[in-house]
């Protein structure tokens, strides 16, 4: 396989229920990112993980756990989630960080849509 | 606060040219960033501005103003598989991406 893969492309999950979202980076990038995108808004950046360390958490709910066990992983877990987290949920990489003299642009998977009832 | 307006649809006909404009308000600035989304699909890399000027990359061109917090996305020949979202996003002072919410490109025949 080739680029960035998610697993799974679809979840329908109760709000008591925990699971977890996979994305595999076959790129060689250094970089990972998780994403938020509901209709009709901006992307929201949720973790940004540099080198398998989280660099970033602009403040997401607790009920969002990354983990990066190297850098060509990147998990999701999710655990009590509310309604209003549903959402395609977009994991990119990327060669370096922005801002970095090694940064290329970021290279994102097909997405996981998640449905909370 | 930190803002990218886009419009959020815009129409054209196929052949023709079309303009997609992007402006930003953010803290600091790292870059200008064009994205194309097909529906139900992952965002692909257009164009990375960094200098004022334009950029022009086959029928895709991208033009940046930095004294303005402006650019645009310059689509010329258009084809029906040119429709779908195009999404601006500035690096800011933090390094981070901020995105726009996004142009939905609707092409007719």
């Known amino acids: 396989e080739t680029g960035v893969t998610q697993t799974p492309r679809h979840l329908v999950m109760g709000m008591t229920n925990k699971k977890s979202l996979k994305c595999e980076q076959h790129?060689?990038?250094?970089?990972m990112y998780w994403y938020k995108q509901s209709a009709k808004k901006p992307l929201e950046l949720m973790f940004v993980?540099?080198?398998?360390?989280?660099?970033e958490n602009n403040s997401v709910p607790s009920r969002f756990s990354p983990e990066c066990p190297n850098s060509s992983h990147l998990f999701l877990h999710l655990h009590t989630l509310q309604p209003e987290d549903s959402a395609l949920y977009l994991c990119?990489?990327?060669?370096?960080?922005?801002?970095?003299?090694?940064?290329?642009?970021?290279?994102f998977g097909p997405g996981t849509r998640l449905t909370v009832l | 606060g930190q803002n990218i307006d886009q419009p959020t649809e815009m129409t054209a006909t196929e052949g023709a040219i079309v303009q997609i404009n992007c402006t930003y308000q953010?803290?600091?600035?790292?870059?200008l960033f064009w994205y194309q989304q097909h529906a139900g699909e992952a965002p692909t890399f257009l164009s990375y501005?960094?200098l004022d000027g334009l950029e022009e990359k086959g029928r895709f061109s991208s033009f940046l103003s930095r004294s303005k917090g402006y650019s645009y996305l310059l689509l010329k020949e258009l084809q029906m598989k040119d429709s779908a979202s195009y999404l601006c996003?500035?690096?800011?002072?933090?390094?981070?991406?901020?995105w726009g919410a996004g142009t939905k490109l609707i092409i007719k025949p």
């Open positions: 990119a990489s990327s060669q370096g960080e922005l801002g970095s003299s090694n940064y290329n642009e970021q290279f």
């Open positions: 790129l060689g990038h250094n970089a």
């Open positions: 993980y540099s080198l398998e360390e989280r660099v």
């Open positions: 953010t803290s600091g600035f790292n870059g």
């Open positions: 501005n960094v």
């Open positions: 996003a500035v690096g800011d002072s933090n390094y981070q991406l901020i």
